[in-house]
């Protein structure tokens, strides 16, 4: 069980949400207890919240087909992991353990180890620049791998330039595969005064890394224990605000790409990479990594960074074959489109701030996938796409045209808010921010194409636990703010018949709630011809919802039901940060030379959740 302490250090001090488990014969009991804090810590407001989740008889409402004959899975639960981090239950991750082998600093970044014989990049331009430092990476890393130190940092307030310039500073990939926990593989950044030091802005690469090769192995082959910390890789000519911006180069399909792409070398499976306290701004891709179900990489660490504004490749994040993928603390906005550039032309719905692609129906093991204290912000489609199904915990959804989905494995959503905009992002006319088809097009009056919340798609098991849709009033192309989906044709996903549980769940300020005409059930069943989910509510409020067990129709007085993203921003006492965009605007720039807890997810979701709690 966490302190409160570590909770207030988990969460943020803006508000405070305590998890109390216990388990009974017929039912696990959770109170959910939130304090509303001011800036010093004072308590404004308490609201206490008990409810039950059942785990043997629950009351189901079952759709009018048969109910599958093969007894449902157990709906999935969760855990506190060692370090604090939730998990789901049963589950075992290397990420937990590898995440506690190193100390933090006083805003909890972690104080990776730097060996003696760093090799040190920087330009005549950059502050500090020394005579002994290297002009290129590939000229650093040939001598961090010759002294042993597989150390390569670059100096702060530089700006490094890429291949296509001659001569490159970012001149190669990473492709040291040797290290170990003990001595890792490290491209990172170094201030004035050390690794400590921020008085300068992080290192800018206008270049991406492949990772990934052989020319230190002689033959292509696995990689272990690589950290890459405290960079930003910006693709300045993709940027229609850079005074470096070049049309041509903006929609070439190889121009500054990625920020850190990992494909499968071969050989044999990769593990153990840590990418922290990174921006990736205006490339193609953020990230992306891409392995095979015979070398599959094992436990990615995704913590603390940015994604921003990539755009022209679908996402701004990708994994394929990962497994333990932990992504904590991070925000990602505005991926897959650039109104300038590249508006949205996605009727498809398949340009995402993430996407975890689909593994073959063969592979069985669970992918252990989280996210955790994560924003999907504007995104041109869904947030995220979870095909490898796992936990999404204290998650802020924020104006997508599709919130997103965990599915195929068990999943389960805990403590998520899913905004969806309340009109602020709708620059190009009523409705524009959350669709995902261009203005005045067929496709775009769909309600096929905005207005989704987050579901579960073709999961054996589904867990809703304290979520919270809101702020999603317009009645232009309406959709659900939580569904069931237990077939997906079109990306060919075996039918499975869901076991899906709704605990704690409300809707409020969402335009379109009950699909159904007369309101007796509600629009959370998409079934799409595929076999029937058995689903259970618990302490749900769905308005208009009637007739469903463990559902309450009638709104209920809320403690503050104004709370949204927008009004939070406005909490912060910041200047700039008036609205839901703003808010995400300072999200963006948020790292370890400026770290403010006030603008992780978990600090806006707590603060919207206390608003829901129900009047005592």
Sequence with gaps: ????????????????????????????????QTNVTDSSGNVLATATTRFTVPVANPTTQTSAAPAPTETPAQAPTETAAPNNLPGMTGQVYESDRWLAVYPHDTNGFTQFPIPAGACIVSTAATPGHLATDFATFQAASDAAVANGSLCVLFRDGGIYSNNQINPGVINDNIQIPGGTQGAPVLIGRIGRNGVSDHSLPRPVLLQGFGIGGKRYSGTAGPMHYIIVFGLDFYGDQRDPA????????????????????????????????????????????????????????????????????????????????????????????????EQTVAPKNDIQGREHDWY????????????????????????????????DGGLADSVLYLANPIGGYLGVYQSMFHNVVVDGGGGEFDSSGPGSGLAIGPSGTAEKASAFNRGWGIFGDCAVSCTFDTVTCINKPENINCGWALAVDTADKAKGLPSLATQASFVNCKVDNWFVWSGDPNTSSPN??????????????????????????????????????????????????????????????????????????????SSAVNWIQAGFAIKQ
């Design 1 to 32: 069980m966490m302190s409160v302490m570590q909770m207030q250090k988990r969460f943020g001090a803006t508000a405070f949400v305590a998890l109390l488990f216990c388990a009974i014969a017929s039912a696990q009991v959770l109170n959910v």
């Design 242 to 337: 850079s005074p470096t911006f070049n049309a041509t180069n903006a929609t070439n399909g190889w121009y500054q790409n990625a920020g850190l792409n990992f494909v499968d070398p071969g050989n044999g499976p990769s593990d153990h990479f840590w990418v922290e306290d990174c921006r990736f701004r205006y490339m193609q891709v953020g990230v992306s990594f891409q392995s095979t179900q015979s070398y599959p990489l094992s436990t990615l660490i995704f913590r603390r960074n940015v994604v921003d504004h990539c755009y022209g490749a679908k996402f701004g994040g990708y994994d394929y074959h990962v497994h333990d993928l932990l992504v904590v603390d991070s925000v990602f906005d505005h991926d897959g489109w």
């Design 356 to 387: 975890t692609a689909i593994n073959p129906p063969s592979e069985s093991i669970d992918p252990q996938h989280r996210f955790i204290d994560v924003v999907f912000g504007r995104a041109d489609s869904e947030g995220y796409e979870g095909d």
């Design 524 to 601: 959370i069943v998409s079934t799409n011809n595929g076999p029937a989910p058995t689903i259970t509510y618990s302490g749900c409020y769905f308005p208009q919802v009637i007739n469903v067990a463990g559902v309450n129709a009638a709104v209920p007085a809320y403690v503050d039901p104004t709370r949204c993203a927008s009004s939070y921003a406005r909490t912060l006492g910041v200047t700039a940060i008036k609205d839901g965009p703003s808010l995400l605007d300072a999200m963006d720039g948020n790292w370890s030379g400026n770290w403010d807890d006030r603008l992780l997810a």
